[in-house]
């Protein structure tokens, strides 16, 4: 059985951001494990490739909720990366920290040490933030880009109607007045996607301690009288067991995380008898606490050209795609998204309850490929699936990301949020993983700890 000091289990934002720190000592042997494969298209590496990879199945999970009687019955489409890079590598760009606020609920909800000024200090050691000027700000591995300069002047009108109805309007939502309309900043580099495989992954596959393994499934977690020992993971050659010297760190998604430890026997007794699972730990709330955004789409006929205007003809997709090939430049070097901002749907609200978009282009966000005028549709976000609490009662691992009532395992994705963050959530998924990267840094030198729900 091959050994490693520490297993991560999958490539998306948060496994890269682990896989990179956890390896910069160049001793610690670090596997990482993705189902997916390679992140090397087109449409995954163009920006507005977004639209392209959304129901592409060769990178993408491509689930379908059951019907949902909240929301009239409707079964919603979640697109989830199956790809290096995870979901951050079919996204659409967007990065937003979160408010303030949604850190301060965290530690409110028993997340000891997850408030706004511990997590701010994480997002300024890992970005580096580039000005409309090319200045930069910090240097981090994470390139955060405001191309404001860049974008469709139809967005102009956007902003006019902000002034017209009072909204404020802010520089930056990642900056010290986070709340108005503003112009998103996006995850590109040199008119490319910066993802976190380009970020921090792949500076970390330099190093000889650190083995990645594409198209493998983690069929489980393996367990031993409480502490995680490896994984079982099928590949196309065959079924295959990896041991960890340290640590099991899950990072697969808000979807598989919490299947992939249930199958390990960790999650509702019930459930896992009835599955005809060995419990190894009861706890209800693995798989439970989901939370995702849930957005409304509104089409609507433009008096003048817009995007689809300029790539709506053959010609005019020629023309943009030299113009992109040659300069890495708008339109394709640019979101789909590229205004928007938080707001307040009523005055009576102590903070922003609401996040806008305007695009200058339309494509379909409908399984169907069928545009309605007025589409509810879910950004595809989901967290909180195993979340950070005090105790079992309420969550699945503890303020350090241990899973509670084992060793030597832990989640550290969106799956460990204690809610959801008011904006897109790769940005506070990648700021999770490097603080969980911090945590397990301070605890390599020292053996293993039962973690026992309080």
């Known amino acids: 059985m091959t050994e490693f000091d520490y297993i991560i289990v999958g490539a998306g934002s948060a496994g890269c ?43 993408n999970w491509m689930y379908e909720t059951e019907i949902d009687p909240q929301t009239g019955t409707r079964s919603s489409y979640w697109p989830r990366g199956k790809v290096i890079g995870g979901s951050g590598s079919i996204n659409a760009l967007v990065y937003c920290r979160g408010l303030p606020d949604d850190f301060a609920d965290w530690e409110a909800q028993g997340a000891t040490g997850w408030g706004w000024d511990k997590v701010r200090a994480q997002y300024e050691a890992l970005e580096t933030r580039i000005g409309v000027d090319g200045s930069k700000i910090g240097n981090g591995p994470m390139h955060v880009n405001n191309v404001r300069r860049e974008i469709h002047h139809s967005n102009r009108h956007y902003f006019a109607m902000a002034k017209e109805m009072g909204l404020p309007i802010t520089d930056d939502c990642n900056g010290p007045y986070p709340e108005g309309v503003t112009h998103y900043r996006i995850t590109t580099k040199g008119g490319r996607r910066w993802s976190c495989a380009d970020a921090f992954l792949r500076p970390a596959l330099k190093r000889r301690n650190v083995t990645l393994v594409t198209g493998a499934m983690v069929e489980r977690v393996t367990m031993l009288g409480g502490r995680a020992t490896g994984i079982s993971v099928l590949l196309k050659s065959g079924r295959q067991a990896f ?27 019930k459930l896992l008898h ?62 789909v998204n590229r205004c928007g901002g938080f707001v307040r749907s009523s005055t009576g609200l102590a903070r922003p309850d609401q996040q806008l978009y305007r695009n200058p282009v339309i494509y379909t966000t409908s399984p169907t490929y069928k545009r309605e005028i007025i589409n509810p549709d879910p950004f595809a976000g989901p967290v909180s699936t195993c979340r950070m609490g005090q105790s079992d009662a309420t969550a699945v691992v503890g303020s350090d990301l241990k899973v509670f009532g084992t060793q030597g395992l832990r989640v550290a994705d969106a799956s460990a949020f204690p809610s ?35």
């Open 274 to 335: 009835e599955l005809g699972i060995e419990i190894v730990r009861n706890n209800d709330n693995v798989g439970g606490n989901l939370q995702d955004h849930l957005g409304v789409n509104y089409y609507y006929k433009a008096t003048e050209p817009t995007l689809n205007s300029m790539l709506s003809p053959w010609w005019g997709k020629l023309l943009q795609g030299m113009r992109y090939i040659l300069t890495r430049r708008r339109p394709l070097g640019l979101s």
């Open 243 to 269: 041991a960890a010297r340290k640590e099991v760190i899950l990072a697969a998604g808000a979807v598989n995380l919490p299947k992939l430890l249930q199958l390990s026997g960790i999650g509702p007794g």
């Open 420 to 454: 959801i963050t008011s904006g897109n959530t790769n940005a506070p998924t990648i700021t999770l993983a490097h603080r969980a990267a911090s945590l397990i840094l301070q605890d390599r030198s020292s053996g293993p700890v039962l973690v026992q729900s309080r």
């Open 17 to 59: 951001v682990l896989a990179d720190r956890l390896s910069r000592d160049g001793t610690s042997s670090v596997l990482v494990v993705e189902a997916g494969g390679s992140d090397h298209n087109f449409w995954i590496q163009t920006p507005i490739g977004y639209g392209r990879t959304f129901f592409d199945p060769r990178v």
